[in-house]
């Protein structure tokens, strides 16, 4: 699906990841920008996420030669161009036709790695053959029909996924007010109320009108394809009995490397490096889960001491711009996942929508880390974050 | 007096309890709402209430089974299906027809304990015969008239009350700035100024036309007739006098279980101990009495730490969503006492309000436990409670 | 002038000082209104005035007897109603007719002392003739005419003033930037641009348009009659040289009790007993002299710790409430003079409109205490302060 | 380019440097008003410089002898009238016709140090030849052409400069989202959608009609005329390799006073001692590079710790108001660089707008001298700020 100049030069004009949410929040129907906006309960660890960024302070160097300098990190073996991972967001489908397809994509070109959601529109075996040069993770729930999610995983690895990243802070789905007052359900359909609206949304409406509305991964389990809300998807499909040993037992299915997504307690990224996890991912699932669990930045430290350089910690929930990535640097972690801020560009405008989120995330990062006096992330550490005239 | 199902779609919409509230301030006229609604003086206390359980962080433990958890608490020896009982609401009567009796019936379907204020339309004989099948608390206020309040409390048991439920800070009235502004007081009628904002509230108009204004408990009592505002009545009902030896008596008259609400400082604790009750409740009356005393739960912890296990310490006062319910019992509660969070559910539709405000807390508590990877509230500790970096 | 029965009822309806703040916006002229209003600069103090308060938090106890309770207090040996002093406010006659007559009547009435300031319109003479029964303090500023100075503290002492009242803040005039910017000049008249809004403040207009505009202890006095500015009154007589000597000469020709008002510095403090003075009044002169100076109760522990109850402490600067006063005598102060307060109260209705305010104030006292579980200020001690969970 | 007596009236009435923008603002076309008032990213450091200022509190002594005070400073030997410099700013120029020249002269007039920047549309030479009274400072970027630099170096002291001010944080231009959201590029035309707004910007477009867009130091060298954007300019022109050694250069090639500017590391406060800088200047550049960077404020206190009195140590960023000057100073500052300050005044009404600005900052430093007690800013210390109730 094209995007007109007119829309290309809009993009342009976007100066950071807020603005392409302004861009996608007038591009979708309300209540699809809620689901992808919103968080648990009142927002608390949503703002939280965003907030804990902003209270950090960089402290910079001058004059320092940075004329050579480069945002190239290594995520798990693989030669990323920044250190950033597009994380794994549900229902990217819904935003753009072929929308994580565009995702991938765009990752592809930018040199980051692309995790599949098990909640995707495209299967595994749809992204499998897309964006063939680029580094595939693809990211699992537990779920009550193992032997479906047993063979998810080979689905997955044959389809070129290298990297698997099990989410383990959704045993039962978060209460997300938005969704709850809206009705949020699939397929979205215009109500009475909600017509008016929706007729502003033609772009949206003609975009998906020739597309399937499904689930890829679950096309043909059974009970799959009729539930209507999210709460309910994961009511019927995953589980909540799941324990560190179903993860040992993944961790022995897998042959590659295995991230373990939703750690929030030091303790926690000590089981997983017990059973024998190569990373784990600080989230709280981007505020959309437990309400007022604390943001991933104030935690991060934490875990990263528990970790102490083991493996690699990577963490998400409120990344939006490119001095966010480096205090995650300095504060222990190796990369950033980012969800909202390219499916807000996914949904704006499609793959070139993602493009431009990583071209200004991009930017971003490499202008900080001039202005920081610093020539790659690798020198990065806690010195470089100013913590008050007692520091 | 049935709700229409216009009216029901809109209570399942409701996400959160400060939704119902909004439904409330649709229905009820201005100065009834803003009697709810208030609190005292420049209501510091009021919003500091909802900050405190705000300001508090649950640190999560994944993947831990939760498929076999419960909220079930036992409160003063009553099973309760979750660790949530009904506040003594002043007047609720005049929230929704037979608004006592309705309150009382959906606390009874929710298994939660009901406490009858001792100021409500319905008279304790009145709510003896409805919910035969429910756990009924009587709360008490010190009268002058002591021949009339050792009576009610006689009364109060032998309709079935089983707990009696002393409120200590209110020796005088709260000066609650909204009520004075509107010139609350009751009957409530509207003036030529408001005549127009109580047409759009015919609902409410055509639900009380019929039902009397009156104290249930006080009729037959000399000058409890003709009182028109609260601070009136409790100038010439309460007792400014009242000691720890009047407790002590009523310790001694009542011989089910007794509890001392309106306690903030550690000290009266022990006093309340002492005197032999069996519960206290860290309560500033919902931020309706002393202006700026502190939230209930930035001392609860304090109570909690003097009461030291040995008898249960009950919190309200901002308690809105489920979170905040394991916030309390994880600094030491045993239950929190909800008012406003069930009146506004009462103002919106009555019992079916109630109702809803009840499934939503109880969904949302569920929710909580499940994704804190708890399966009981015996299991909240301290440890659940994020405190920065330093913890 | 009297007042109308419909604004006698709007006076009713003031619920708090606040209230009384927004009449007196309605019916004086902005730049009249915002030159009591307003403060120093960014105004930074102005607010942390009010804020400091609003920050304390009172821990009370129940139950107790509070049924005999008093809120009476002696100051300088005054047997007030309660522990407040009117607080010299300069030009309060053009508020309203006859503003300080009516102010200093008020106080009377609800025997509590009034302090007359020197730049107001009223003389001491013509206040000393008014008020017979009441307790009268005079506010005195450092004048470069020290001879008109002398003879000005003897025609106070000798119209029946007891207590003098130096003021030590003003050693030039504070930017108030509202003042500036309305380019507020006395006579006070409408421009051009101003005139539509003059227009609807015709009840005032006709209040002042009979009285002379002038400052009554000035009269005579050269140089004193042409200026249009508070900061041209100031800078052409008043002194900036003074030094505790001139204060130590003072305490030598007044007689009666000597207050030092504007210490904020605990060495200032202990300066101020070293010359003899009987009190000191922590004061930022309401927010309007140095910018960014602290708010008056952040600084008073230190004052009254300094003092160590060797002369009374007293404190003005963000008193609005009844819990302000008792924090404040809590925090070591004696009694609270309040300025705009009262003056809010008379530009909304003259005489009747302060003793609103006074009858607020007591109202709001006399209920905090009972809340509190006190039965006089006496009793009232740090601890009534409640500060985090540590203390 | 005369100013309207209705204009001089408007410069009167502004009492603060907020009012000088708000006039800034209406005078100029958008994209150049955001571009002088922006700053990088979300302009969190922006505020931070403004908000830090606002946190300090000044504590006063009263009475002092303060009728003899003065605010004179000695900076780098020029006897100055107050603690002020004219910090350099890029594309004054753009402002008001001359407005390098207007802004030079007005520094001159009000006795304190003009430092010209190396991004002026006026040249060294064109700035020599005017103010001749006035002290110079000229400000310098690391050129790529080295040679260019020298020579301009030369032609700066040849013009009269007397003072090298060496910026050290502009390797690369940071990211300054307004900038990017409204194309800023120069020379700046309307659009066809902005053409509405520049009509109501007459005064503006008459003003600049005449002159010719350029920078007048870059006149002649290669590349420099085909820029359209600062970002551009910078990639082009300035070299991002600079390092030590270069300011060593430099000031062994300089024979008068050097300032390094852009310090906000102690340790790199130390290097500049090192290479024989005379003094530093503490500054993020105005919140308009590294994003997220500290307040000045907030670093100042542990720069001017490392130098510890062997050379001045200056700051800038968020200097509004006398009393910012005054606790700079009091926390170790020399004098204070402002820029948006005087740009603002610049914009709003050319040399007489800058002049405006230096007698409000004038009136302000000097009534804040005497109301918190002091003669001289040398009387200024740490014990002037007032740090709650434990100091």
């Known amino acids: 699906m094209p995007v007109s100049s007119k829309h290309r030069a809009r993009l342009e004009r976007c100066a950071s990841i807020s603005d392409l949410r302004e861009l996608a929040r007038r591009r979708l129907p309300r209540p699809l920008f ?17 907030a804990a960024f902003a209270r950090l302070r960089l402290l910079p160097r001058y004059p320092v030669d940075v004329s050579r300098r480069t945002t190239r990190t290594t995520i798990l073996g693989y030669n990323a161009s920044m250190p950033l991972i597009l994380a794994p967001v549900g229902f990217a489908g819904l935003l753009f036709p072929d929308g994580e397809a565009g995702a991938a994509r765009a990752a592809a070109n930018a040199e980051i790695p692309f995790c599949l959601s098990t909640n995707s ?6 992204i499998g053959t897309h964006a063939e040069s680029g580094e595939r993770w693809f990211q699992l729930y537990f779920l009550k029909d193992r032997a479906w999610m047993q063979a ?28 709850i007052r809206n009705g949020f359900a699939l397929p979205l359909r215009p109500t009475l ?28 389990l059974a009970k799959s394809s009729n539930f209507t809300g999210v709460a309910e998807l994961v ?30 307690h030091p303790k926690d990224a000590e089981r997983a490096i017990e059973i024998g996890a190569d990373a784990v991912a600080v989230s709280n699932h981007g505020g959309r889960q437990l309400e007022d ?9 934490d875990v990263a001491t528990a970790v102490n350089g083991r493996i690699p910690v990577f963490v998400d929930g409120g990344v939006r711009r490119g001095v966010d990535v480096l205090k995650a640097i300095a504060l222990g972690a ?37 202005l920081l006096g610093v020539t790659s992330t690798a020198e990065l550490s806690e010195q470089h974050l100013w913590r008050g005239a007692a520091s």
Chains 1, 2, 3, 4 share one sequence.
Do not use: Y
């Open 34 to 50: 809620d689901f992808v906006d919103g968080g648990a309960g009142a927002e608390v660890t949503l703002r939280e996420n965003e």
């Open 293 to 301: 669990a604390p943001a991933t930045m104030d935690v991060l430290s």
């Open 121 to 126: 529109l495209a299967s595994v075996e749809e």
């Open 152 to 179: 998810l995983v080979q689905r997955a690895a044959a389809s070129g996924f290298r990297v698997l990243c099990v989410t383990i802070d959704l045993p039962v789905a978060g209460r997300r007010a938005r969704d």
């Open 334 to 370: 190796t990369a950033c996942l980012i969800g909202r801020a390219f499916a807000w560009g996914l949904a704006a405008a499609g793959e070139q929508g993602v493009a431009r989120a990583l071209s200004i995330l991009a930017a971003e990062t490499d202008t900080a880390l001039a």
């Open 193 to 220: 109320k909600t017509a008016l609206h929706f007729a502003t949304r033609l772009d949206w409406l003609r975009g998906v009108a020739g597309q399937r509305l499904r689930i890829g991964n679950f096309e043909g």
């Open 235 to 264: 009511a019927s499909l995953f589980d909540p009995s799941a324990t560190w040993d179903d993860l040992a037992q993944l961790r022995v299915a897998w042959r590659g490397p295995l991230v373990v997504k939703g750690v929030m």
